[in-house]
């Protein structure tokens, strides 16, 4: 007979050894498509002060001035995946950053457990995966994600550096967190962008700070939120906490 002891132990294992990540070096099409998404969205991300990283080559900067234009679309992605496939892409640009985010996997997937036994006890929708898809960009800005597939796109360097931080779980379990809150919260009261980040910071920072000790918390959105999420007890309700602040602004 099994004791109480051992029953903890193992539930505690597997727990520990649940695998909630897929990560993947980026085909040419795939990235091709990151740096088509740059440009078509280059007035925005300029206008919200990203850094964004783009090939050095003069193709680039001329679809970049016909964005700003608006005179760029679907037509001008063969030339993009042209430039890569023949010129830029290399599968091995990837291996450094690979190897950074394997050392951290263990480390994000417990903190994916722990959330999804977190947002048991909220009275609002967190979507959850049962596997994220981390996907690699040496373009565009510090991360992104697509909420209805679970994919983060991880933007990293040659030499495997990310954005923001040397760690990239921060960017990752950042980008969970917002997939986690983009039906149910942000789009549910069209957020403004800024207010959408300084949310997922306030959750990420209120979660898992002993985890991700170097996590920052940007200098966007409305700082009257902090008021009003300051603990776990506070994100139990985030719904009817978004509501109210809708309402008195």
Same mark, same amino acid.
């Given at each position: 007979?099994?004791?109480?002891?051992?029953?903890? /132990?193992?539930?505690?294992?597997?727990?520990?050894?649940?695998?909630?990540? $897929?990560?993947?070096?980026?085909?040419? #099409?795939?990235? +091709?498509?990151?740096?088509?998404?740059?440009?078509?969205?280059?007035?925005?991300?300029?206008?919200?002060?990203?850094?964004?990283?783009?090939?050095?080559?003069?193709?680039? $900067?001329?679809?970049? +001035?016909?964005?700003?234009?608006?005179?760029?679309?679907?037509?001008?992605?063969? +030339?993009?995946?042209?430039?890569?496939? $023949?010129?830029?892409?290399?599968?091995?640009?990837?291996?450094?950053?690979?190897?950074?985010?394997?050392?951290?996997?263990?480390?994000?997937?417990?903190?994916?457990?722990?959330?999804?036994?977190?947002?048991?006890?909220?009275?609002?929708?967190?979507?959850?995966?049962?596997?994220?898809?981390?996907?690699?960009?040496?373009?565009?800005?510090?991360?992104? /994600? *697509?909420?209805?597939?679970?994919?983060?796109?991880?933007?990293?360097?040659?030499?495997?550096?990310?954005?923001?931080? $040397?760690?990239?779980?921060?960017?990752?379990?950042?980008? %969970?967190?917002?997939?986690?809150? #983009?039906?149910?919260?942000?789009?549910?009261?069209?957020?403004?962008?800024?207010? @959408? #980040?300084?949310?997922?910071?306030?959750?990420?920072?209120?979660?898992? @700070? #002993?985890?991700?000790?170097?996590?920052?918390?940007?200098?966007?959105?409305?700082?009257?939120?902090?008021?009003?999420?300051?603990?776990?007890? *506070?994100?139990?309700?985030?719904?009817? %906490?978004?509501?109210?602040?809708?309402?008195?602004?």
């Amino acid at each position: 007979m099994f004791s109480l002891v051992t029953l903890l /132990y193992q539930s505690c294992t597997l727990q520990a050894q649940t695998d909630h990540l $897929s990560i993947a070096v980026p085909t040419v #099409e795939q990235e +091709a498509s990151s740096i088509w998404r740059t440009i078509n969205d280059v007035n925005f991300l300029e206008g919200q002060g990203y850094q964004i990283h783009l090939p050095e080559e003069d193709l680039i $900067s001329t679809l970049i +001035a016909q964005s700003k234009n608006g005179q760029f679309g679907n037509n001008d992605f063969p +030339a993009i995946y042209n430039l890569l496939a $023949s010129k830029v892409y290399n599968a091995k640009d990837y291996e450094r950053a690979l190897k950074k985010v394997n050392a951290e996997k263990d480390l994000i997937n417990r903190l994916v457990q722990q959330l999804k036994e977190t947002q048991k006890t909220w009275d609002w929708e967190f979507k959850l995966f049962d596997n994220y898809k981390v996907l690699f960009t040496l373009y565009g800005t510090g991360g992104s /994600y *697509d909420p209805d597939s679970g994919t983060v796109t991880l933007f990293t360097t040659t030499e495997g550096q990310f954005m923001k931080y $040397s760690h990239p779980a921060n960017t990752i379990v950042h980008e %969970i967190v917002h997939m986690g809150i #983009e039906h149910s919260i942000v789009q549910k009261y069209q957020l403004p962008h800024g207010l @959408k #980040e300084r949310i997922v910071d306030t959750i990420v920072s209120i979660l898992f @700070k #002993e985890y991700l000790p170097d996590y920052k918390i940007q200098n966007m959105g409305d700082t009257a939120i902090d008021q009003l999420l300051r603990d776990k007890e *506070d994100l139990s309700t985030l719904d009817s %906490i978004i509501q109210e602040y809708m309402t008195r602004n």
